[in-house]
Nanobody
Framework: QVQLVESGGGLVQAGGSLRLSCAAS????????MAWFRQAAGKEREFVAG????????YYADSVKGRFTISRDNAKNTVYLQMNILKPEDTAVYYC????????????????WGQGTQVTVSS
């Protein structure tokens, strides 16, 4: 079965950077799309960024475009989210998700989820 394990969250000051990792196992992911979502306290979970594993094409929410970068390492079966110029409004639990095939942006369209990692940005 598919397992997704996130790491790399923490506390950072506004303007700082963090890199999240999502280690994927249990499947060959060449046909999968991987995504990062986030959920702030009292808000709905929202799409942040996604990548198609096979060709590496990416898609970002407008709120993070130009600041966040999603990438994958085929050899390590790991997806990363590099987050730069962090803002207090980026504070949330960040989740890694997987689906096949095709990249989508809705929570309901993803089959597999990690446990989440907390990112807190102080002002």
């Amino acid at each position: 079965q598919v397992q997704l394990v996130e790491s790399g969250g923490g506390l950072v000051q506004a303007g700082g950077s963090l890199r999240l990792s999502c280690a994927a196992s249990g499947r060959t992911f060449s046909t999968y799309a991987m995504a990062w979502f986030r959920q702030a306290a009292g808000k709905e979970r929202e799409f942040v960024a996604g990548i198609r594993w096979s060709i590496g094409s990416t898609y970002y929410a407008d709120s993070v475009k130009g600041r966040f970068t999603i990438s994958r390492d085929n050899a390590k079966n790991t997806v990363y989210l590099q987050m730069n110029i962090l803002k207090p409004e980026d504070t949330a639990v960040y989740y890694c998700a997987a689906r096949s095939p095709g990249l989508r942006t809705l929570v309901s369209e993803y089959d597999y989820w990690g446990q989440g990692t907390q990112v807190t940005v102080s002002s």
